[in-house]
């Protein structure tokens, strides 16, 4: 059973930074694409940041420059900076496989971890 715990969510001011981390052990790390995902109240889950596993790094155009996602595959980490957050980026944020072998995955309900919870105030 795979497990992931990330850690470094708070509360921030417009305009801060955070950095994320989440730590995946019960899995080959490795061999998978990586994401960090995030959930708004009231929204659906989105990508935010993905990474392959030759540490090619890919944004949504709406992130803007503002995040950098990176992996240590002999921790088995990954991690989030974000920088010049705002209130739009409150929400619950994840980290799971995104592709295996060029495929996408479907995440099993029981495969999410608790998520760190970012609160970005005005």
């Known amino acids: 059973q795979v497990q992931l715990v990330e850690s470094g969510g708070g509360l921030v001011q417009s305009g801060g930074s955070l950095r994320l981390s989440c730590v995946v052990s019960g899995s080959v790390f490795s061999r998978y694409d990586m994401a960090w995902y995030r959930q708004a109240p009231g929204s659906q889950r989105e990508v935010v940041a993905t990474i392959s596993t030759v540490n090619v790094a890919a944004y949504p155009p709406s992130s803007n420059g503002r995040f950098t996602i990176s992996r240590n595959d002999r921790n088995n980490t990954l991690t989030l900076q974000m920088n010049n957050l705002t209130p739009a980026d409150t929400a619950v944020y994840h980290c799971?496989?995104?592709?295996?072998?060029?495929?996408?995955?479907?995440?099993?309900?029981?495969?999410w971890g608790p998520g760190a919870h970012i609160t970005v105030s005005s």
């Open positions: 799971n496989a995104f592709r295996e072998n060029g495929v996408v995955m479907k995440i099993r309900p029981q495969d």
